[in-house]
């Protein structure tokens, strides 16, 4: 694979790509390399999709490489089976640290142990709906298990009902460790590309305010056709991230460029 750009290397401090499902996994892996500071993996739930060679080969193929692991959505923490098999390849995959979807009411101590036991920072994502969209939800859970950090997930803060950025950001500091940037279109569509850099600069501004130093995803899966979403894919979706993440990369510049207020 060909660098894109005209041979431009995004290499974003602290920024990291997300591969799409329905492109080949090694492909991704390349670009990643070509462009990224790091991958952030999310494997397919039903595991019987990777043989013991296609790991393998995953495997070899990302060495030398940062890796973060990200749980695939549809997995019900409840299933404690299926989430230990997950965190279990995710290890075996060489990741440093793996972002997981709370549930309320859930045990979550048989993955904080394993990821504890294999030195893995387990974060866990701020949700669309309550009360996990919610400071006083993750106040408890972070009361609960003080071993976790936090994933925060900037489109998911602008649906209805969520707390403002501003607050989480105010309210975990320390507990802030990666960042899911991408847009939402009136509180209701997410997972698009930013239309201009004016909210990005915002919301690193907040990071700034608040001494938080997080790696950053671009969880840019879709785009706005009209009012609707379509998704991107393939090349099309590689030339909108290194645009994207050139955004984010001018966005830091730019604030690190501007003179502390007296």
């Known amino acids: 694979m060909k660098k894109l750009g005209g041979g431009q290397k995004a290499n974003i401090s602290r920024c990291g790509f997300m591969p799409d499902f329905e492109q080949d996994i090694f492909d991704e892996i390349i670009f990643a390399k070509q462009n990224f500071s790091f991958i ?20 070899q193929a990302l060495k030398g490489f940062r890796v973060f692991g990200h749980l695939h959505w549809d997995i019900d923490l409840r299933d404690s089976r299926l989430t230990l ?27 904080v142990d394993f990821c504890r036991k294999n030195k893995i920072i387990l974060l866990i994502e ?20 003080p071993f976790l950090k936090m994933t925060f997930d900037l489109g998911h803060s602008f649906f209805i009902g969520s707390d403002s950025y501003e607050k989480f950001f105010q309210t975990f500091t320390k507990s802030i460790k990666h960042i899911h940037l991408h847009y939402n279109y009136k509180r209701k569509i997410d997972h698009l590309p930013f239309r201009n850099s004016i909210l990005l600069v915002k919301v690193l501004a907040g990071l700034k305010k608040y001494g938080i130093k997080p790696t950053i995803t671009l969880e840019i899966f879709e785009q706005l056709v009209g009012e609707n979403k379509k998704a991107l894919s393939g090349q099309e979706r590689h030339k909108v991230l290194i645009q994207q993440a050139t955004m984010v990369n001018n966005s830091r510049n730019l604030l690190s460029a501007q003179k502390p207020k007296k």
Request: hydrophobic share 40%; net charge negative; aromatic share 10%.
């Open 126 to 145: 701020n949700s669309i709906n309550p009360p996990l969209n919610s400071v006083d939800a993750f106040l408890s859970l972070f009361n609960e298990y």
């Open 40 to 59: 952030e993996l999310t494997l397919k739930k039903d595991l019987k999709n990777y043989s013991k060679k296609c790991l393998g080969d995953i495997k």
């Open 85 to 111: 098999a997950h965190l279990a390849v995710y290890h075996f995959l060489g990741i440093e640290q793996i972002t997981i979807h709370p549930q309320m009411d859930v045990n979550l101590m048989p993955f």
